[in-house]
């Protein structure tokens, strides 16, 4: 028996479709050229203010139904594909009203700075005026976001761009996330651990001082396997050099239709192990105790201790590290979640056995 996985870096509310994208991707085309030439992010988000309420919660009820049966009973989401007041605040609705829909633990994540909407394309400050001064207040004020998070990234938003919603957000009171050192190395990872964030997120690019510092800081490295897999980059991160200068490890899926279009949060463990020098153990507790401390959750969430939620996980193998080993499939036998059996001998508890 382990305890439930910890997802702690997804981006599971989203609508429309973009496998063309991965289609022209799989033809030669970059991450970054289709965003320049106006896909990526911002066709998501289109689509996702087009669509009701409903209809974004109930697809995103089928990925955390599937989340759960895989074993994960805690989540982070993010917003961030909404990009105006109105639909940021939509998207932080449904993440909430998910939360009783699921048996699941949920944590929201505010991230109005993931890209500037095609609106605002030739008014930067504009729209950066809008998330510091209207949707942070707002969000904030109604107790809709635990996090805030921002996209520090040459094509989304610079370091004093990243700054100033960071400071706001503290401000007001939320922990602190930063998407950081992905394609590009922009300072985003020191600026995250300057600033005290939970936790800083990516990291393929940070750099031999940035390993350092994070070891001597509380900030976790959440490190995102699936991303660097799907776009095809060989540039892993360096989980084995953080984890031996003693920084803390995290692995989460970053579940997102452009950069990684999956849910499989034990997958991420075996990428951790074959890609970036885990050990299986180290990637067990990755995405369990790990990942927990890194959403504030330590002795909640991801340890089986006198005291923490009733959420475990009973592997098929007698190892567990089976589970690691024979990647791609679902070993998990048995899942409970917040003390209710969810799956029981390999299948769906249908109605549930109770408690
Ligand atoms: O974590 N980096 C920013 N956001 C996502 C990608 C979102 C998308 O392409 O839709 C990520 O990789
Ligand atoms: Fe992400």
Redesign the pocket.
């Known amino acids: 028996v382990l305890p439930g996985f910890v997802d702690s870096?997804t981006?599971l509310v989203?609508a429309g479709d973009?496998t063309a994208e991965f289609s022209m991707r799989c033809g030669g085309a970059g991450?970054e050229e289709i965003a320049r030439s106006g896909g990526?992010?911002v066709v998501?988000a289109e689509a996702v203010r087009s669509a009701s309420e409903e209809e974004l919660a109930s697809a995103a009820r089928g990925r955390l139904d599937a989340m759960l049966q895989e074993g994960t009973t805690t989540v982070e989401i993010k917003s961030?594909?909404g990009l105006s007041v109105e639909a940021e605040l939509k998207m932080l609705r449904v993440i909430r009203s998910l939360q009783g829909q699921t048996p699941q633990t949920l944590i929201p994540t505010f991230l109005g700075a993931?890209v500037v909407p095609r609106e605002f394309k030739d008014d930067r400050q504009g729209y950066l005026g809008l998330v510091v001064e209207e949707m942070l207040p707002e969000i904030a004020a109604a107790g809709l976001a635990r996090y805030c998070d921002v996209?520090c990234?040459a094509s989304?938003f610079s370091l004093d761009e990243s700054r100033q919603v960071l400071r706001k957000a503290h401000d007001l009171g939320l922990g602190l996330r930063v998407?950081a050192e992905?394609l590009h190395r922009t300072g985003g990872a020191r600026l995250g651990v300057e600033m005290g964030a939970a936790s800083v997120?990516?990291l393929e690019f940070i750099s031999e001082d940035d390993v350092q510092l994070l070891a001597q800081s509380e900030t976790v490295a959440t490190l995102?396997p699936g991303?660097t897999l799907f776009l095809g980059m060989d540039a892993w991160p360096p989980a084995r050099r953080l984890l031996d200068a003693g920084a803390r490890v995290v692995l989460a899926t970053?579940c997102?239709?452009?950069?990684?279009m999956t849910h499989n949060l034990l997958l991420m463990a075996t990428l951790g192990c074959v890609r970036m020098g885990m050990r299986a153990e180290e990637a067990l507790a990755s995405i369990t105790r790990e990942a927990a401390q890194g959403l504030g959750m330590e002795g909640e969430a991801g340890v089986l201790t006198a005291g923490s939620r009733a959420d475990w996980v009973l592997a098929e193998d007698r190892d567990p590290l089976g589970l690691v080993y024979q990647f791609g499939s679902n070993r998990v036998r048995g899942v409970m979640c917040g003390g209710e059996a969810v799956r029981w001998d390999g299948v769906p508890c249908v109605g549930g056995l109770g408690s």
């Open positions: 870096h981006h989203f973009r991450y990526g992010i998501t961030g594909y993931h996209f990234e989304a998407h992905q997120d990516h995102l991303a970053d997102n239709p452009g950069s990684s």
